[in-house]
T-cell receptor, first 112, second 114 residues
Framework: KQEVTQIPAALSVPEGENLVLNCSFT??????LQWFRQDPGKGLTSLLL?????REQTSGRLNASLDKSSGRSTLYIAASQPGDSATYLC???????????FGIGTKLQVIP | DTAVSQTPKYLVTQMGNDKSIKCEQN?????MYWYKQDSKKFLKIMFS???????INETVPNRFSPKSPDKAHLNLHINSLELGDSAVYFC?????????????FGEGSRLTVL
């Protein structure tokens, strides 16, 4: 059974800082890993999808890396802005190719 | 044009009632899902349909009955609502294949059972 852990659970940083969010998973036989952000009262917005054959993906100020062998992924946010404040979740497939398990998320607050 | 849309966005109802949530996706995806997000914000899969066929059915009470009339629609009917059913229910879709494709979510339907 896939288990996904995200550390830290919450993070508060001043605007402009670079930061790293961590995601670890127990079953390394994954097809891909996806990072989402969720704003309060809203749905999940896909940020980045990394295929198992890739080591990283970049979109703007976001960079996600994947190390399957160690069961880890990181989401790097450069030059953080108050608009980045949200909960960030990682999701990995498990136990059947269409079944995706989510971490509990990291709640990020960027202080102006 | 919304990719994954769910209705209604909010439901407030009494224990014992029956309610339905509808979901539609216009992305041409083969696979649709229902997820439940509880008060602790934990997101857990409930059901998944691929081309109208049920492929994932988690340990969910049989008061919950999904129905997929076509691959663009997935509805969720809940009978005899209980307090513990209060949560946000998210619909999602992805393009199936060798593995799960990128997931796209609706805005959620917040159910409150009184």
């Amino acid at each position: 059974k896939q288990e996904v852990t995200q550390i830290p659970a919450a993070l508060s940083v001043p605007e402009g800082e670079n930061l790293v969010l961590n995601c670890s998973f127990t079953d390394s036989a994954i097809y891909n890993l996806q990072w989402f952000r969720q704003d309060p009262g809203k749905g999940l917005t896909s940020l980045l999808l990394i295929q198992s054959s890739q080591r990283e993906q970049t979109s703007g100020r976001l960079n996600a890396s994947l190390d399957k062998s160690s069961g880890r992924s990181t989401l790097y946010i450069a030059a953080s802005q108050p608009g980045d404040s949200a909960t960030y979740l990682c999701a990995v497939p498990s136990g059947g190719y269409q079944k995706v398990t989510f971490g509990i998320g990291t709640k990020l607050q960027v202080i102006p | 044009d919304t990719a994954v849309s769910q209705t209604p966005k909010y439901l407030v109802t009494q224990m014992g009632n029956d309610k339905s949530i509808k979901c539609e996706q216009n992305l041409g995806h083969d696979t649709m899902y229902w997820y439940k997000q509880d008060s602790k914000k934990f997101l857990k899969i409930m059901f998944s349909y691929n081309n109208k066929e049920l492929i994932i059915n988690e340990t969910v009470p049989n008061r919950f009955s999904p129905k997929s009339p076509d691959k663009a629609h997935l509805n969720l009917h809940i009978n005899s609502l209980e307090l513990g059913d209060s949560a946000v229910y998210f619909c999602a879709s992805s393009q199936g294949g060798t593995g799960p494709g990128e997931l796209f979510f609706g805005e959620g339907s917040r159910l409150t059972v009184l």
